[in-house]
């Protein structure tokens, strides 16, 4: 499997961006897709996820203001963050899992800069 991130930025508080990860290859194996982000100095962590099935689970930090998305047809999951903050800034990346291999799959990561 092969996830492609994009779509980061730079932009101010208070403003949106949307963040596209791609994926190609054995995308039947995968069973859950996330965003994590790592900002400067401190450790990965989960923004976002979905299933296969479209349920959908959160970090506190983005309950309300992000939106994590799926189109099947386009084989690409999606990040709308919104009411950005400077704490927002960092390192976003997408990953996939499978359960039957207990595989992680991680893309790239696109840079997400958020100003006051």
């Known amino acids: 499997v092969q996830l492609q991130a994009s779509g980061g930025g730079l932009v101010q508080a208070g403003g949106s961006l949307r963040l596209s990860c791609a994926a190609s290859g054995s995308i039947f194996t995968i069973n859950v897709f996330g965003w994590y982000r790592q900002a400067p100095g401190k450790q990965r962590e989960l923004v976002a996820a979905?299933?296969?099935?479209?349920?959908?689970d959160y970090a506190d930090s983005a309950k309300g203001r992000f939106t994590i998305s799926r189109d099947s047809a386009k084989n690409t999951v999606y990040l709308h963050m919104n009411s950005l903050k400077p704490e927002d800034t960092a390192v976003y990346s997408c990953?996939?899992?499978?359960?039957?291999?207990?595989?992680?799959?991680w893309g790239q990561g696109t840079q997400v800069t958020v100003s006051s």
């Open positions: 990953n996939a899992f499978s359960y039957n291999s207990a595989r992680a799959y």
């Open positions: 979905i299933t296969r099935g479209g349920s959908t």
